[in-house]
């Protein structure tokens, strides 16, 4: 079995693991970003029982996830599923051969918190990953534009019912603690909850909006596109112009990081 590269002050080095669709890819891609002072490269892995494990045991802050694994070319989605589940902490970077319409939707409803197209620079997959550790949700203009108009057309077939969801008081305060960008540990911290607790909300908000992931939460809290829920949310949905995303206004977000100066990439935070 491989053993970690050694980086020196790993302490302050992001963990991160690749799971590439086979395993000389994937350290390939470990080889590469090693160069990267910044992250601490663990073992790469190729199957799905082998990613969650090495979760578990290595604890990664990101995973760099590509769809195919054991040649199954959407089995990265579920595995994708399956750690964010289990390792709520835990970023993913789906790795993408082409950015169209149904991977991003895909790897977005699967939780992951960015989408990493093939085609792209070694130094914006290093940015890439420091974006998303901090919080940040990665995606270019064209992919923001898919998921919005995938949410919009889901939305569109169930907002009858969605006019009527109730959420209790608590489950706003969370549902609000998800949309400024925090994890389960310190959405726990602030109302005084244990993360199991956490969780129970979270799974009973899912069920009544009838959603799979934290990003489609955020989505109806911001009322993207028209309104959904009753809950206290900025009146303007993110505008997208000249290649990038404005930060959301009000409530208090964590730091977005600004898009790049070419404005070929935004990074939003809100996951």
Known sequence: MAHSIALPDVSQSIRVLAADSTRMNSQLLANALVRDKKFQLLETETTAAGVLAAASAQKPAVVLLSPRLEDNPSLGFQVARQ?????????????????????????????????????????????????????????????????????????????????????????QDVVQCVSEGLSNREIAHRLSLTEHTVKNYLFRIFDKLGVSSRVEVVLYAFNIGRPALPIAAPAAAPAIASGRVRPLPAPPLRKPASAQQDGSRSEVGIV
Do not use: Y
Request: proline content about 1%; charged content about 20%.
């Open 83 to 171: 750690l964010i589940a289990a390792h709520p902490h835990i970023r993913v970077v789906m790795l993408l051969d082409a950015a169209d319409r149904n991977s991003v939707v895909e790897a977005f409803r699967a939780g992951a918190h960015g989408v990493f197209c093939r085609t792209e620079s070694l130094k914006s997959l290093s940015k890439c990953i420091r974006c998303v550790h901090e919080g940040q949700v990665w995606a270019n203009s064209n992919e923001l534009r898919f998921l919005l108009d995938a949410l919009s057309q889901a939305m569109s077939t169930r907002i009858v019912g969605a006019a009527g969801v109730s959420l209790s008081k608590r489950e």
